[in-house]
């Protein structure tokens, strides 16, 4: 298991050559790209920067706490 000090973000890496394709913050996904960044919550699909692999997140499950319903 890989840990960085200080960093609690789960960074979103490409699943075939690992390039960093954004980092997944709470329930949304940062993606940064020259001097834009881009946060992007929900289904979020793209190709790898290095090999052109398609890669996908779902952002609600990268959020680790339950989300609350009203009822
Ligand atoms: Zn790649």
Redo the contacts with the bound molecule.
Sequence with gaps: MQTESGQQNSQWR??????L?GVADDDHVEIRYKTAVYRVRGELATD??????A?FVDTRNVQPRRERRCA
């Design positions: 490409c699943r075939k050559c690992g390039a394709l790898c920067r290095k090999c052109g692999t890669n």
